[in-house]
């Protein structure tokens, strides 16, 4: 009969399974280890120096950060009297009042938004500058087999898989579903937006189209509504002689007239940007410590997976 030759460190008992009643035996794996430290360093090693590798090649993300905040002004009730008016000289500027701050934050990443990105052409352009051929002056799907490789796996499983279009409203609004980062202080008030991009100038004109477009938007929105509100109520105040309706009348005629002023105003409506969006000046992405740090975690993950099969093989 041959004679059973063991490695130094592991015993019969090795026999017995990593993982026992749902727990995990340390102290067998620990042995594991120690006996098939080769293998687990080697993997380590490799999954380290990869991990370099990818620090080199990844494309570095910069934070792109633009602080808004709501305008504000003297916000003083109306009382019917056309001396409300006058709050409208001086410093004061256009209330927009928190509700409608926080309509604004929220159609950010509305589709409105993303069409008034979409509208400008060169700046779609420098947002996806892989699927544009300057020399060609067309768009063209970019070539990756990898994403080929997933879209035909994904068919093959039944998934539906959209064909490649060059970029448009739906992809920028992707974009700002996926990228854009909105951060309220709810102590003073102010939102943070940013844009984490390996293009920060491009970001940062994303953040000043975004909040100048929407911002106009809602200008005009209130624009229109208070010039409409003003024909209506001039037309029955005219047909109202109760001396109570005309009150009520000229109270709301005054509010639209104030609200039609503030937004003919040639200043910020509803978000004031204070100070240009500034760019961080070192990568937010990838964080080298924490990729060394994970890829050391996970080689050694690895290592000893490998070495536990190689366990239970012998």
Known sequence: MAAIVQEPGIDQGRAQPVIREGMLDLHLLSRIAKAESVTVLTIMVVVFLASIVYLHVARQKYAVRMVINAVQSKSQSSNGSLEDLSSLAGIDLPSAGSSQFRLFVGALRSPFAAQAIAADEDLVKAMFPREWSASEGKWHEPPNIALKIAHAVGAALGWHIPPWQPPGVSRVFEYLKDQLKIVPDNKSGVVTLEIDS??????????????????????????????????????????VNVEDYRKALVTNMVDQEKTRMLASAPLPYVSDVLGKPLISEKPVSPVPLAVLFGALILGALLGLGVASVRYRRR
């Open 198 to 239: 390996p293009m920060p100038k491009v970001a940062e004109r994303v953040l000043l189209t975004m909040n100048n477009a929407v911002d106009e938007r809602m200008r005009q929105h209130d624009l229109t509504r208070a010039t409409i509100d003003l024909d209506y109520l001039s037309k029955r105040l005219s047909t």
